[in-house]
């Protein structure tokens, strides 16, 4: 007799927003493939966000600009096909909906389509505003994303702490009005005061997830790579590292390559 499969309970955008209402804080975290996707749904977390930091953790590039509509699509559908839990949002890349609501309608449907992801996020607030209707129109769910917003990092000059000025502090908390005005069900904060993101939280009913935004927001998100401490080289404020994967994964190698060459690997038990 065959076991009885059990049913598991999709997150989706309206159980987010429920989370939010009650006060309930939100873990999200980038994947990028199927293995780890399966890793950190099998950990309960809630959202997984198929990051175009992809550019910069798995190609190994400076920016989020290089990253393709493609690419993007292949790991978005790796991820899904690993998490059957989560609510998995996928980052449109670069290039392919600034300033032109009809491509934007028509990346985010290409994403919808080819993946099976259940939600898109992009950057920016007023002057994206066409094109996240006409994606919220078609019946795609929009998370949007103010403060740091990597793919304008040319415009910016550096990856800094941004709206600390008034004026762009102003701006920011008018976006976020304006995102969930258009309907967006969650928004983003990247790098910005802690008090103004908690100003943003409290402004609206929307859930707000931070990265270096203080824990005045509903939810916060990391790079899973991050977290992990997969690497030596990224120490900013705002990061926990929850693991050295590094120091364990380089050990595990270095003794792998010291039995090989010993002609302790494989020994008999583990021949045919």
């Given at each position: 007799?065959?076991?009885?499969?059990?049913?598991?309970?999709?997150?989706?955008?309206?159980?987010?927003?429920?989370?939010?209402?009650?006060?309930?804080?939100?873990?999200?975290?980038?994947?990028?493939?199927?293995?780890?996707?399966?890793?950190?749904?099998?950990?309960?977390?809630?959202?997984?966000?198929?990051?175009?930091?992809?550019?910069?953790?798995?190609?190994?590039?400076?920016?989020?600009?290089?990253?393709?509509?493609?690419?993007?699509?292949?790991?978005?559908?790796?991820?899904?096909?690993?998490?059957?839990?989560?609510?998995?949002?996928?980052?449109?890349?670069?290039?392919?909906?600034?300033?032109?609501?009809?491509?934007?309608?028509?990346?985010?449907?290409?994403?919808?389509?080819?993946?099976?992801?259940?939600?898109?996020?992009?950057?920016?607030?007023?002057?994206?505003?066409?094109?996240?209707?006409?994606?919220?129109?078609?019946?795609?769910?929009?998370?949007?994303?103010?403060?740091?917003?990597?793919?304008?990092?040319?415009?910016?000059?550096?990856?800094?702490?941004?709206?600390?000025?008034?004026?762009?502090?102003?701006?920011?908390?008018?976006?976020?009005?304006?995102?969930?005005?258009?309907?967006?069900?969650?928004?983003?904060?990247?790098?910005?005061?802690?008090?103004?993101?908690?100003?943003?939280?409290?402004?609206?009913?929307?859930?707000?997830?931070g990265i270096g935004a203080g824990n005045g927001v509903d939810g916060q998100v990391l790079?899973?790579?991050?977290?992990?401490?997969?690497?030596?080289?990224?120490?900013?404020?705002?990061?926990?590292?929850?693991?050295?994967?590094?120091?364990?994964?380089?050990?595990?190698?270095?003794?792998?390559?010291?039995?090989?060459?010993?002609?302790?690997?494989?020994?008999?038990?583990?021949?045919?």
């Amino acid at each position: 007799m065959s076991a009885i499969k059990k049913e598991v309970k999709r997150v989706t955008t309206k159980s987010v927003i429920e989370m939010k209402a009650k006060g309930e804080k939100i873990a999200m975290l980038t994947a990028y493939d199927y293995t780890f996707a399966k890793l950190l749904d099998s950990a309960g977390i809630e959202i997984l966000l198929v990051g175009d930091s992809a550019s910069n953790v798995m190609a190994g590039h400076d920016t989020t600009l290089p990253i393709t509509l493609d690419q993007m699509i292949y790991h978005a559908a790796s991820v899904v096909r690993g998490a059957e839990r989560a609510l998995i949002v996928v980052d449109l890349p670069f290039g392919t909906y600034q300033s032109n609501p009809q491509e934007a309608l028509h990346s985010a449907v290409r994403i919808m389509k080819e993946t099976g992801a259940h939600a898109i996020k992009l950057e920016g607030g007023k002057e994206e505003a066409e094109g996240i209707q006409r994606i919220i129109s078609a019946g795609i769910p929009v998370m949007g994303h103010l403060g740091l917003t990597p793919q304008s990092i040319h415009q910016f000059g550096s990856f800094g702490l941004r709206a600390k000025e008034e004026a762009e502090a102003k701006k920011l908390k008018e976006d976020a009005l304006l995102l969930e005005q258009l309907g967006c069900f969650a928004i983003v904060l990247e790098k910005i005061p802690a008090a103004l993101a908690a100003e943003v939280a409290q402004s609206v009913r929307i859930p707000t997830i931070g990265i270096g935004a203080g824990n005045g927001v509903d939810g916060q998100v990391l790079v899973m790579q991050d977290v992990l401490g997969m690497s030596n080289e990224f120490h900013p404020k705002f990061l926990r590292k929850y693991a050295n994967l590094h120091e364990t994964i380089t050990q595990a190698v270095a003794n792998y390559i010291q039995d090989v060459k010993s002609l302790d690997f494989p020994n008999e038990k583990e021949q045919y």
